[in-house]
Each structure stands twice: as C-alpha cells, then as structure tokens.
C-alpha cells in the first residue's frame, strides 16, 4: 500500500466569481419597519424555497382570475375547524374561486357551526362510552338533508347547503355550504362511507348518500375538466381529495380535456405521499406548476388570501 500523502499543491482550482452559486446576498429578505403593508410584507421576504413558492402561488391565482380561468379548492374539514371559512367566504365574494370540494366531516362541521355556534367533540371523552357521533341534531338533520336532496336530484353539497341556508339556521351567515348555495357556487362533497359520524346513526341512507356524492364527484369532474390554466388548491386533505383529484384529471382528459397549463397547490400540516402525487406531480407532467407550502392551516392561509387581496386590491 502506498503511504505516500496527497499532494494538495496540485489540486486545481477556480475563481470563486466563476462558479455558479444557489445562494446571493440580493436573495435576502429585505429589513421591516413593522409599518409594512401584507403586500409589501410578501415582498420582503427572502427569495428562497417557500417564500418564492408562495409568491408565484399568488402570481398564479392572480393570472387565472385576471384570465377568467378557473381556481379551484379542495379542503379538508379541519380547515372549517380552525375558523377559515370567513376568508374563503371573502375568495368567493371576489369572484376567486370558482369551485369548492369537501370530504364528508366538512358537511358535519359547517352544519354544527350553522345550527349551534360550536362543534367539534372531545372523542376520547365520549368513544369508552359510545357516546362518540350521537348529537341528535347532527345525525337527523343532515341525513334528513340528504334524503331530500336524493329525491329532488340534488348533489349532496347542494342538499345541505340549501337546507343551512333555506331553514335560516342562527349562523348561517357563517356557513360554507349555506352562503356557497346562495351565491350559487358549486359545492361538492365527496363522501367515504363509515368514515363520517352521521353514517352510524339510523337516519342514514346508504343509497342516498351515495347517489347525492356520485352526483357531486360528476359535478367535480366537470369543473375539472375545464381547469385549463387554472389553479386547483388542496388544502389539508391528505388522502381523500387527492385521489378524487386525480381520477377526475386522468376522466377530463380522456374525454378529450387536455387541462394544460395547471398549476397546482398543496398546503398541509405535513408532507404526504398522496397530495404531493396526486395533486403537485403527476397532474402537472409535461405541462404545469406544481407547489408545496407546508405549514399550519390558521397562519398559511390568511397569509396566502392577503396576498391575494392586496394584489386584487391594485388591480
């Protein structure tokens, strides 16, 4: 074996100024008076990773409103949970979104919200005892929803949402599905039997159920299906919509819908298998944008809705 030590004096080198570089001081985030505007905040952050991403998720919303192209959104319930129903409201109000997909737990929430002003229970308090799921009101009234509903043809998004908003529940001003049915917004909801606390109880109609979300997930592939150039969001559904998104996608195109041109969006708690596949890459193969931007539903959002607004505010 040759012992011999390496002679560093022969390595070549290169000038520093010639070498490519990930990292530049004009990348940084720019100093705050704390007097900055949500628009100006946007701006001063450091030209990097997530702060460029949501910059051009916001160019992106812009340039398919300014365009007349679609955006659409697909959330999970938690989102209703920590309280965003009233800027998404405002995005529907601005003529942002064209669209709205749930999974079946949003029904529950936006309903309880509606009806009483509150929801979302303690389940360890109540699964020992089976006392888990059984409000009265939350099983009765929503399958009583969705039977009607059934019987006039209605999706199941439309069903619940004209029942909040036709009955007046107390808070209906504050309702996703009430105040969407009003300004007539589609609303879709796209259901997984046994998974949702209004299946255990015995108003529940299997056939119903599933006729009024089949009818919803036509509805969804429809919007879909005209989603060329435009954005679609997913917003704290890991599996469900994932899925149904990609369906949809891989249905539109073979019916002939090329749905070029997408930029898509997926903001979560954490990063997943499916969102990131089935909604950032593959939708996005060959033609689109697709971002991630990790963080915590009740701070990423507004921050993103601010920026939209404040832009929609100069135009």
Not at 275 to 281: A, D, G, I, T
Request: proline residues 3%.
């Amino acid at each position: 074996m040759d012992n011999t030590t390496l002679n560093k004096r022969k390595l070549n080198t290169y000038p520093l100024a010639s070498r490519p570089s990930k990292v530049s001081i004009s990348h940084f985030a720019r100093g705050l008076t704390g007097k900055e505007s949500v628009a100006d905040l946007i701006d001063k952050l450091p030209g990097f990773l997530a702060a460029n991403d949501l910059r051009n998720v916001i160019n992106a919303i812009i340039s398919a409103h300014q365009k007349k192209r679609p955006i659409l959104l697909g959330m999970g319930a938690h989102v209703i949970k920590v309280g965003l129903t009233p800027l998404i409201l405002q995005l529907v109000e601005k003529g942002v979104l064209s669209g709205i997909a749930l999974n079946g737990a949003g029904i529950i929430h936006d309903f309880e919200l509606a009806y009483a002003g509150h929801t979302s229970e303690e389940v360890a308090d109540g699964i020992t005892g089976g006392n888990f799921g059984m409000a009265q009101e939350t099983g009765e009234l929503l399958n009583r929803a969705i039977l009607l509903g059934d019987r006039e043809g209605l999706g199941l998004g439309a069903a619940i949402g004209r029942m909040i908003w036709e009955e007046k529940l107390p808070h209906r001003e504050l309702s996703l599905l009430g105040q969407c049915y009003r300004m007539q917004i589609p609303v879709t909801v796209h259901v997984a039997i046994g998974t949702d606390i209004i299946h255990m109880h015995a108003a529940a109609d299997g056939a119903a159920i599933g006729r009024t979300s089949f009818k919803d997930f036509d509805r969804f592939c429809t919007l879909v299906a005209q989603l060329e150039g435009g954005v679609y969001l997913n917003l704290g559904s890991a599996v469900v919509l994932p899925e149904v998104f990609l369906k949809a996608i891989s249905l539109a195109r073979n019916l002939g819908h090329q749905v070029k041109d997408l930029t898509t969006v997926n903001m979560d708690f954490n990063r997943h298998y499916r969102s990131f596949e089935n909604v950032v890459k593959r939708p996005t193969l060959g033609s689109g944008r697709g971002y991630q931007l990790i963080g915590h539903h009740e701070i990423m959002f507004p921050l993103l809705v601010a920026g939209i607004l404040a832009r929609l505010e100069n135009e």
